[in-house]
């Protein structure tokens, strides 16, 4: 799996002229290294008694973040996955006219798999920027600055995730499945919007 | 080196209770990524006949992000290297006032180095989002969106390695040391902010 690259495999691969892997799996690698610095300011804070009052909160937010990190983990995966499914349908023959119809219905269906990958990605992204939240306001101020790390990670990943929704829905004709994940990943950029510079401010202050 | 471990052990090690790697490595993870990106982008750009009016152009942006990516892969190492020699001297012996002196001096000497590797990353991190204008003006329109996840991954890399800068000048008592840190990292980061929505919207506009 091509989460058992190596870091500088993957980079050079990602650099290269293929296709796979790009943007919709940097975008899992970019909301799952948000996950885990959720998930080590937590690992600074349990079990700590200057931090005994947030204790209970945080080891929810450390399960909460890892329950991202591993759907965000699995993305980087799928997203090469469903773009070979993508690519795969293209290629069918199209020398009949039941051929082209077949070949139509298989890019239309590969590109309705092609957007759930990163509309999954963008909602685990939002919910690591909301868990990124409480790290930045109770975690040990000695790692604070990584949960803003977290915020700013996992706010990429979320606007990246859009854009690879925002490619697949441009090439899908059924109004019926673009318009309610079109509405879903709008709102979803529009929260990760309105909470990045707040709580990257709530890092700063904590310096 | 860390570059050479396995994506999920990197993520693994984020994640867990020990100091490193931390937020500084992602910081240069999220830079080269987004070097690999737009490196992506060039490498679906030059060479191809639609695009020879930007052949020339196209060539030397690969070779800038191609640069940028070795110095960010760099980072991910040398954030980790700095940050051990900073706890290194903090355990430096402190029971005479030589010590003391000497122990005191070893600290400013290390935090001073833990100042230029994300000065360097943040550097390396503007550097990629002009490289990422360049990609989502004028890369192929197939990729184009990978130019959108390059700018975003480089400015997530940049407010990372801004808030390592901010949190090691917090410490270091030469001013004229940090002030012109302060006011370079401060200049950094007007520029990215000031770029990367006009940069999106650029790719956005081109799916």
């Known amino acids: 799996m091509?989460?058992?690259?190596?870091?500088?495999?993957?980079?050079?691969?990602?650099?290269?002229?293929?296709?796979?892997?790009?943007?919709?799996?940097?975008?899992?690698?970019?909301?799952?290294?948000?996950?885990?610095?959720?998930?080590?300011?937590?690992?600074?804070?349990?079990?700590?008694e200057k931090y005994a009052a947030v204790d209970a909160q945080m080891r929810e937010v450390l399960a909460a973040?890892?329950?991202a990190r591993a759907r965000l983990t699995e993305a980087i995966a799928a997203d090469v996955a469903v773009f070979d499914h993508?690519?795969?349908?293209?290629?069918?023959?199209?020398?009949?006219?039941?051929?082209?119809?077949?070949?139509?219905?298989?890019?239309q269906e590969a590109l309705k798999q092609a957007t759930e990958v990163p509309l999954a990605c963008?909602?685990?992204?939002?919910?690591?920027?909301?868990?990124?939240?409480?790290?930045?306001?109770?975690?040990?101020t000695n790692v604070v600055s990584d949960a803003g790390v977290a915020v700013m990670a996992a706010?990429?990943?979320?606007?990246?995730?859009?854009?690879?929704?925002?490619v697949n829905v441009g090439s899908i004709?059924?109004?019926t499945f673009t318009q309610p994940r079109m509405s879903e990943i709008d709102a979803?950029?529009?929260?990760?919007?309105?909470s990045v510079a707040r709580i990257f401010d709530t890092v700063r202050a904590r310096l």
Request: hydrophobic content about 45%; charged content about 20%; overall charge negative.
């Open 86 to 107: 993508v690519m795969a349908a293209y290629g069918l023959p199209k020398s009949s006219d039941d051929e082209k119809a077949a070949r139509s219905a298989a890019i």
């Open 188 to 194: 979803l950029v529009a929260e990760g919007e309105a």
């Open 65 to 67: 973040a890892e329950s």
């Open 122 to 140: 963008a909602r685990a992204c939002v919910e690591v920027i909301r868990l990124s939240a409480d790290a930045a306001r109770h975690g040990n």
């Open 155 to 166: 706010y990429a990943g979320l606007k990246s995730a859009a854009l690879n929704v925002y």
């Open 173 to 175: 004709e059924d109004t």
């Open 2 to 48: 091509i989460e058992d690259l190596p870091l500088q495999t993957f980079l050079d691969r990602l650099a290269s002229g293929s296709s796979t892997p790009g943007g919709g799996s940097a975008a899992g690698v970019m909301g799952a290294m948000g996950a885990a610095l959720v998930g080590m300011v937590c690992n600074f804070t349990v079990g700590r």
